[in-house]
């Protein structure tokens, strides 16, 4: 595939299976070059529809009849709501003034389950050391799909809008630069989140597999410090349940 600067698909490539991963291209060529191609037509594809369902389930979108004006009138407040300060990755954000929990609303972790943790043969599961932890670039990217779909449902009827990098690589640079910028000063924040996913992706399935462009943050300083009070709550509240079931 050819480099082409601000493409999402350039941050799968060069980022995403290398980041933070004792695995380089020499060790296994076949494999990886398998895995890109792959990834490349998910993310058009599969992810997409994995994620449409999600949103419905997630936010409660609805569907609208023809002439259903107080629905439409709903799921446009709806989409504003969402898309506004990003409150769609937030765990709580029923109060736009008091978002709670940013990056760990479910549908996350949701998405990234369908599309790379589903069955025995998803790459996920059978290339597990390219997924644990997490990345940053997969999990910004991640919410750039979650917000296309919301896209979808912008004038308050759904209409499908195709997932392309030259309308989206300005969110998901975005969403990459703010999860950089939490983890500036947060240290291992990323470490975490990326941990947090894969686990909760992983929860209950056989060990089968194998153990082996530029954005602006968007945050206050505020927002970055509370989702780092946010992680570090769930990191307690994880590490409990650990010692418990241990």
């Known amino acids: 595939m050819g480099h082409k600067a601000g493409n999402i698909w ?10 933070n991963r004792e695995i380089t291209p020499s060790e296994d060529d076949d494999s990886f070059n398998t ?12 992810v997409k529809d994995v994620a449409r369902p999600l949103v419905i389930q997630y936010y409660g979108f609805q569907s ?6 107080r ?9 504003q709501k969402m898309v506004e300060r990003d409150a769609y990755i937030h ?3 029923k109060d736009p003034n008091n978002l709670r929990g940013r990056w760990s609303y479910p549908i996350l972790t949701a998405l990234c389950r369908g599309a790379f943790f589903s069955k025995e043969t998803s790459d996920g599961v059978v290339h597990r050391n390219l997924f644990s932890p997490i990345s940053p670039q997969l999990i910004a990217l991640l919410a750039t799909v979650v917000y296309n779909c919301l896209e979808e ?3 308050g009827r759904f209409k499908a809008i195709e997932f392309k990098s030259v309308s989206y690589s300005a969110i998901y640079n975005t969403h990459l630069t ?4 939490i983890n500036a000063q947060g240290g291992d924040f990323l470490q975490f989140l990326g941990k947090e996913i894969f686990e909760d992706c992983i929860e209950g399935m056989e060990d089968d597999g194998d153990t082996d462009v530029e954005g602006r943050c968007t945050m206050m300083e ?12 769930r990191k307690m509240a994880r590490n409990m349940r650990q010692d418990v079931d241990e």
């Not at 895995?35 to 599969?46: D, T």
């Not at 703010?178 to 910028?181: F, K, S």
């Open 10 to 19: 350039v941050a799968i490539e060069q980022a995403e299976y290398f980041h």
């Open 35 to 46: 895995i890109i191609r792959r990834a490349f037509s998910q993310m058009h594809g599969q």
């Open 64 to 69: 609208v009849a023809s002439r259903s004006k």
């Open 71 to 79: 629905l439409v009138e709903d799921n446009r407040r709806l989409y």
């Open 91 to 93: 765990s709580e954000y």
């Open 153 to 155: 449902y912008r004038s």
């Open 178 to 181: 703010n999860l950089q910028a």
């Open 222 to 233: 505020e927002e970055i410090l509370l989702a780092l009070r946010d992680a570090e709550e």
